[in-house]
């Protein structure tokens, strides 16, 4: 319905053309790299590859679009992470339409557009996790066991228990659970 009611508003203006609307983010992956937009305007949080890995992708591949997260995380762990991974826009969903549209035109013409208070809170607050650690605390916060999780990554358990160890201790954590709930409410999840 967001996805809609925003392609909707945008597809009123005039230099705007949509040409396409994702389900999640592996099908976003398809569509830019067949389509080739300028623009690609996603979410932080979608099924198969969230806006970050998506971000991290298209980066990777070294594909001609820019990125804007448009989202409801005003989260500066998720801001940071999504200018790591090449964003050239992070804005939030409750600004105005013609915000967000005037955004858009900005970051086609090459100028990074990040909300002002977030850019500001972001650096506060930065984030301790390796790469590694985000991965196990993410699928610990999901409930899998360190044995599912070792499978899972092809680690061994005593690895996986020496990640989520560390993660604990970084996020100032009693247990696994704890820990990944502070490590999402600061967006390092």
Not at 90 to 114: E, F, H, N, Q
Not at 119 to 131: G, S, V
Not at 164 to 176: D, G
């Amino acid at each position: 319905m967001v996805r809609g009611a925003l392609a909707a508003l945008l597809g009123t203006e005039g230099d705007f053309e949509i040409v396409a609307q994702a389900r999640d983010g592996r099908e976003a992956l398809e569509f830019v790299t067949s389509m080739k937009p300028d623009v690609l305007v996603t979410d932080i949080e979608m099924p198969h590859l969230t806006g970050l890995e998506l971000a991290s992708e298209i980066q990777r591949q070294k594909l001609p679009v820019r990125v804007v997260i448009v989202t409801t995380f005003a989260r500066p762990g998720y801001l940071r992470r999504a200018l790591d991974a090449g964003v050239a826009g992070y804005l939030l969903k409750d600004a105005p339409a013609s915000t967000l549209a005037a955004a858009i035109r900005r970051i086609r013409g090459g100028i990074r557009v990040i909300d002002p208070e977030l850019a500001a809170e972001a650096w506060t607050d930065a984030d301790p996790l390796t790469e590694r650690e985000r991965q196990v605390l993410r699928y610990a916060g999901e409930g899998m066991a360190s044995a599912e999780i070792a499978a899972t990554l092809n680690l061994s358990e005593g690895t996986v228990r020496n990640y989520l160890s560390e993660a604990i201790n970084k996020c100032s954590a009693s247990n696994r659970t704890e820990a990944a709930r502070i490590a999402r409410q600061k967006g390092w999840l």
